[in-house]
């Protein structure tokens, strides 16, 4: 378990319904943070500072105004926010629609723009904050049926290195995550069928907790000069050849 900076209290985390993002939140709530996450539907896990906000970011804008407008409502104002809700349509180029091309774009990257742009004066404000995305390793490493999902995740990641250069002198650090394989409802959908243990180095698909404790370092005592990164959690994947 990571040490936690002493100001990472309150928490706003997308995707936590289950998966990467509940493992997170457990860890948090374990920890002694409030916690709100993002999801269509509650992740079935009760504990009295974990607290859902039931939202659809394929709204994008428009879902990280209602959110916003929802905690200052109720008096939240989060100093750190976690961005893990994630969507993919495998398809190649000509088989993507207009749905699924605003699916992915908004899910992945424009509904967590909104969200850092609505919360980031209050971070500002308390000269402290701390932002993670959840990226892919996809994002860098090219692969057929992938495009709109690794371009909205290399977009995540871009925006929030700008994010670490125009908030540096603040007290907020902005990094991401990128996950290789890792065992959740989400690899099983769309990794059925093949061999993983082959193309990892390691020879094993990650477990939740090693992508949890990944994004929890951003979070962590002695992480405070690090930020505009990418970790890589991926079990030497994006160093083998295909
Ligand atoms: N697992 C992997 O191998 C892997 C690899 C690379 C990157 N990642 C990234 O890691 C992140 C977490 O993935 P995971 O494997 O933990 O996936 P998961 O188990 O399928 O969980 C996805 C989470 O995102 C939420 N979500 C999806 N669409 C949403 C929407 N339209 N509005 C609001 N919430 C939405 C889901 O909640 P609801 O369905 O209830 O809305 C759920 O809480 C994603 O960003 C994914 O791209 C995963």
Redesign the pocket.
Known sequence: MIDLHDKVRQVLI????????LQVALSLLHAGCRVFY????PSGRAHDNFHHIP????SGVDSGVEICALLEERGVFPDTLIL?????TEALIPKQDAHSIMNQLN??FTAHAELVRQLIPHMMRHRFGRIVG?S???ARQAAPGQSLYAAS?AGLEAFLRCCAMEFARKGITCNSVA????A????ARHEAGKDLTRVVPVGRTGNVEEAADAVLFFLGKHSDYVTGTTLTVDGGLSLAVK
Do not use: H, M, Q, W
């Open positions: 997308t995707g936590a319904s289950r998966g990467i993002g993002v999801a269509r539907s939202a659809d970011l394929a893990c809700a994630g969507a993919i899910v992945n959840v892919s390793t996809a995740k996950p290789g394989y890792v959740t409802e989400f690899s």
